[in-house]
């Protein structure tokens, strides 16, 4: 595959619920190659991501929080004390043989397997804390 149909396939794989085998018949690529292809990408990405300043994801200062907090305050004057907002995210992820792992990302109520998350943002839209 050539690197802008790489490209096109990490897109996908991570812009959708779909499975590698529904990946494959899209694509019209073997499981193995397609496999190799997003293991590759991922890891291209998450090397690129770790050093890229924009990426990061870091609490914010005592003078940022302060910042933070004034202009919370000038929004909304009778909420003190306010640097931020929390969000919950379920991810869907993709199956895992171990049994273990598997359970523990089982939501039954979504009929799904599931990552939970927890974001936290400041008044500016950027994240700083995720969990």
């Known amino acids: 595959m050539d690197p802008i149909a790489q490209l096109g396939l990490y897109l996908f794989f991570v812009g959708s619920t779909m499975g590698i085998k529904h990946l494959c018949l899209i694509l019209g690529v073997t499981p193995s190659v397609c496999s190799r292809m997003i293991t590759t990408m991922l890891s291209l990405v998450v090397e690129k991501l770790k050093k890229h300043p924009l990426a990061r994801v870091k609490f914010p200062n005592v003078d940022r ?67």
């Open 65 to 131: 929080i302060a910042n933070f907090a004034r202009q919370i305050k000038i929004h909304e004057p009778e909420v003190d004390d306010v640097i931020g907002f929390m969000d919950g995210i379920l991810l869907t992820s993709e199956c895992t043989s171990e049994m273990l792992e598997q359970n523990s990302m089982y939501n039954g109520y979504h009929s799904d397997t599931m990552v939970n998350n927890l974001i936290a943002y400041g008044p500016d839209g950027k994240f700083f804390f995720v969990q």
